[in-house]
């Protein structure tokens, strides 16, 4: 993958075999792997709206739509706490976390990102106003990721 880079934390790469069960939100999946423990999944490098936030509900209906009820294939990035993971998310040879980012309803975390080549997906999606970007959700992205972060190691 061209841009994606490991945490420095992370020593070696690993991989996940998970099903999911749905979306929590529009960045976190609920799933079960395949000694059928639950994991819940944190979509890396991005952050969505939360809650009662505009584009909130819409955001977690896309990323349930993309990965309800499927085997996903995930690179983790960190592990905070035993059955949660952060990484980046395929359903066959889709790129979830791209994806999200492509249509809007997602951006691009920077101080956290470890695949720059999604910046070129969010510049898109910003330029033709989708999802979240008719708004003024630059600002409000940028705070947000400080606030919770993409990561299981907060940057110094």
């Given at each position: 993958?061209?841009?994606?880079?490991?945490?420095?934390?992370?020593?070696?790469?690993?991989?996940?075999?998970?099903?999911?069960?749905?979306?929590?939100?529009?960045?976190?999946?609920?799933?079960?792997?395949?000694?059928?423990?639950?994991?819940?999944?944190?979509?890396?490098?991005?952050?969505v709206p939360q809650g009662s936030q505009p584009y909130a509900p819409a955001s977690r209906v896309l990323l349930a739509a993309v990965v309800d009820g499927k085997t996903l294939r995930v690179v983790v990035t960190g592990e905070p706490s035993a059955g949660r993971v952060f990484g980046r998310v395929?359903?066959?040879?889709?790129?979830?976390?791209?994806?999200?980012?492509?249509?809007?309803?997602?951006?691009?975390?920077?101080?956290?990102?470890?695949?720059?080549?999604?910046?070129?997906?969010?510049n898109g999606a910003y330029r033709w106003r989708r999802g979240v970007w008719p708004t003024t959700w630059h600002i409000q992205a940028r705070v947000s990721c400080r606030e919770r972060p993409p990561t299981a190691f907060r940057v110094p």
């Open positions: 993958m061209v841009g994606l880079r490991r945490d420095r934390r992370c020593t070696e790469p690993r991989e996940l075999t998970v099903t999911a069960a749905r979306a929590l939100s529009g960045d976190t999946i609920a799933a079960t792997d395949s000694t059928g423990a639950n994991v819940e999944v944190r979509l890396s490098d991005i952050g395929f359903a066959g040879e889709l790129d979830v976390n791209r994806e999200l980012v492509r249509r809007g309803a997602a951006w691009v975390c920077w101080e956290y990102a470890a695949d720059t080549s999604l910046l070129q997906d969010e």
